[in-house]
Every structure is written in structure tokens, then in C-alpha cells.
């Protein structure tokens, strides 16, 4: 999930035995933790700050997906 809204959404509709596969997407960023920011009334550079951030996001997931 992008946010912990977003995080408790999925969870309040998940079954009971997949939800600590749940996980928010930041946790797999540097530094990990927190929502994704929305840049929606931004700048372009929020946008593009926003990419790189689920860019190393991705990447970190990927890493754990193939451990």
C-alpha cells in the first residue's frame, strides 16, 4: 500500500491468514518507513521526486522477492 490509509483498507478486506503479507510500499525504500507522497498539486519536480522514491521502493522489493 502507498499510504496507511490505504494499508488499512487492504487489511479490513484481506483474509484473516494473509494479512502479514500486507506491507507498506515505503518499507522497502531508503529510508524506510512512512506514506508515499501524493504530488498530485505539486510541481513536476514533486512528481519526479516521487518516481525516484518508488524507484528504490521497487528495487528493494524486488531484492526481497528473490531472496
Known sequence: ???RAGWHFFMARCPAPLRD???LMREF???PGG???DPYYSDDGAF???FDL???CCR???AELTR
Open 1 to 3: 500500500a502507498a499510504c
Open 29 to 31: 525504500g531508503e529510508p
Open 21 to 23: 503479507k500486507l506491507r
Open 60 to 62: 528493494g522489493l524486488l
Open 54 to 56: 518508488l524507484d528504490g
Open 48 to 50: 519526479e521526486d516521487v
Open 35 to 37: 506514506d508515499v507522497p
